[in-house]
């Protein structure tokens, strides 16, 4: 055994586990140091800037954007956290009975996913268009819309166009995840049960879903995940418009840097997703880790 | 989950039922995908027509045409290719050394290493993108493809390592071992013999990461700000900026930009497929 503690091994490990660190690690410690301090264009290159303590925090939350993006932020997430994982679940399911080309199908959906970002938003911002656009021409002609819906113009709209495009563009990875996980669970106890009088529905409350709880728990976090980086689709979409009424944290983060250049108002609201997106990461860790431990 | 449902339906046309409404669901579901491949091959006055054509009536190349010669098209997916290839290979590189460590080292190690990649891999780029622009600022970096390679390939190294790392613990270390009493040294036994085992997962791992990269927009649209090295991504959404866009250009453009994907895909499906499902959530 002496080779599997050879040094090669740890060089092998410490590259890449290094390159993460310096490219992502450092630049969001970066990012929280720069939302206590005092950022400028002038500052911009140097490490030592002025310390303002809470300011960039209290300015954020004193500013009503803010608040906005934040409650449209969890909006987001939740609906697809909530959209993904009963959407994949159903097809999930359904792809698992036995019929010619289940297999074919299901892994013909993934293509959405290879997608893009920048691709699904160019095409759904052509399919959303109010007057020339396929929705409104499709809900028109199955009656169930008066007029056009404005669904990128409209702030009470944009939200709910936003959201249906990213569930569209993710579910399907979140559907292999799920039809992974019910393929693993072994055919004899849908039969016993079967035997012992259990019907669909039983079989599918009292074993299907209790072996998926560990997995639907994984993908809820790693929807959450996607969700947080949804930034090329949103930026095609709409840019987080009208009125921020679509706009999410990551997205109005660059914007107050990129496009006011209040970098450290930019850092602060960076620093707010950042402890978001890491706690549900802790959580994603635990239940993965048990996974693989069970 | 078929048993004792079969009284009223035969077997045979409850599969049959299945398949259509499968095949009908997923035509529904990928429509989108179909409405951008066809619109670049619509005239200027049917991309508006009213009610929409669902095949084009006069199929023609115009936008193609214009999307070559006044876009440049050809230049951006140069620049994409650029990009997403070192990426790619960067990413293999590293992925296959880090993930054959984890498999074979038994310490604590791992799993602290484990847990460092898992909770890396969550940021979105959006907030990297600001602190990483200031530092490759100062390193005068900036408007260089290396910029954009190296920021790259931190998204997609992590989804490597997290994929390829089950992969490497299912081939058995005894294979080594025996090279070893042959005279083999650990990265001999790691290049001649692991390696060429994981030549069909390496082949998916790389197709994603390659995706991934060539679709990247976050990293080039903030690290790159001329014209002539932005990848086709920032190419699309210059296009759509405008209020009004010509959307038969725009999707021509798109489908285009997009077809090395869709084959990549369509080539490696299965792979693809069993490969998430065995790496992803291990």
Not at chain 1, 24 to 42: H, K, R
Not at chain 1, 161 to 189: C, D, G, K, N, R
Not at chain 1, 223 to 233: E, G, H, K, P
Not at chain 1, 263 to 275: D, E, H, L, S, Y
């Amino acid at each position: 055994m002496a080779q599997i503690r050879s040094p090669l091994l740890h060089v092998f490990l410490l590259a890449p586990v290094f390159y993460l660190l310096a490219l992502i690690g450092f630049p969001i410690l970066y990012n929280i140091a720069m939302s206590f301090q005092e950022v400028t264009l002038g500052n911009l290159g140097k490490l030592m800037r002025p310390f303002v303590g809470l300011d960039n925090f209290r300015e954020v939350i004193a500013d009503p954007t803010f608040r906005k993006v934040f409650v449209n932020s969890l909006v987001f997430v939740s609906v697809n956290v909530v959209g993904q994982v009963s959407l994949g679940l159903l097809a999930a399911l359904f792809f698992a009975e036995t019929f010619a080309g289940a297999h074919f199908l299901r892994g013909l959906l993934l293509a959405t996913w290879m997608l893009p970002g920048l691709v699904v938003g160019a095409l759904w911002k052509w399919m959303f268009a109010s007057q020339y656009g396929v929705v409104n021409f499709v809900l028109a002609a199955l009656h169930l819309t008066g007029g056009p819906i404005h669904w990128l113009s409209d702030p009470a709209v944009a939200m709910t166009a936003v959201t249906m495009a990213h569930v569209w563009y993710i579910m399907p990875f979140s559907m292999i995840l799920i039809a992974a996980a019910l393929t693993a669970i072994p055919q004899e106890l849908y039969e016993a049960a079967a035997l012992d009088g259990a019907g669909p529905i039983a079989r599918f409350r009292y074993i299907a879903l209790p072996a998926l709880k560990p997995t639907l728990l994984a993908v809820a976090c790693l929807v959450t995940i996607y969700s947080m980086r949804a930034f090329d689709m949103i930026f095609a979409l709409t840019q987080g418009g009208p009125l921020d009424s679509s706009n999410v944290l990551p997205l109005l983060s660059y914007q107050f840097s990129f496009q006011q250049f209040k970098f450290g108002i930019g850092a602060a609201v960076g620093t707010f997703a950042v402890v978001f997106v890491f706690a549900v990461a802790l959580v994603y860790v635990r239940t993965v880790k048990h996974e693989a431990r069970a | 989950m078929t048993v004792g449902r079969s009284t009223f339906l035969s077997k045979r046309t409850r599969r049959l039922v299945f398949s259509v409404l499968g095949f009908a669901g997923v035509a529904i579901y990928l429509f989108p995908i179909y409405w951008m491949l066809i619109s670049g091959f619509k005239s200027s006055a049917e991309i508006f027509a009213n009610p929409p054509t669902f095949f084009p009536r006069a199929p023609n190349l115009d936008a193609f045409h214009s999307v070559f010669v006044q876009e440049n098209i050809a230049r951006y997916l140069l620049n994409s290719i650029i990009i997403a290839v070192p990426v790619t290979l960067l990413t293999l590189v590293l992925g296959s050394m880090g993930a054959y460590a984890m498999s074979r080292i038994r310490s604590r190690l791992v799993d602290v290493a484990l847990v460092v990649v898992l909770l890396l891999q969550v940021f979105p780029e959006a907030l990297i993108a600001t602190p990483i622009f200031i530092i490759f600022k100062s390193m005068g970096l900036l408007n260089t493809f290396p910029a954009v390679i190296l920021a790259t390939t931190s998204k997609t190294l992590a989804f490597a390592l997290v994929i390829l790392r089950p992969m490497f613990l299912q081939v058995p270390s005894e294979l080594e071992e025996a090279s070893y009493v042959d005279g083999c040294t650990q990265f001999q036994a790691f290049w001649r013999i692991v390696l060429p085992l994981m030549r069909a997962p390496l082949l998916v791992v790389g197709a994603i990461c390659f995706a991934q990269a060539y679709g990247q927009f976050v990293y080039p649209i903030t690290l790159l700000n001329q014209q002539h090295l932005q990848p086709g991504s920032v190419g699309i959404y210059a296009f759509i900026g405008a209020e009004f866009a010509d959307w038969h250009r725009v999707m021509a453009f798109a489908s285009i930009y997009v077809l090395p994907i869709l084959a990549i895909f369509l080539l490696l499906q299965r792979n693809i497929v069993s490969g998430l499902t065995a790496g992803a959530l291990k």
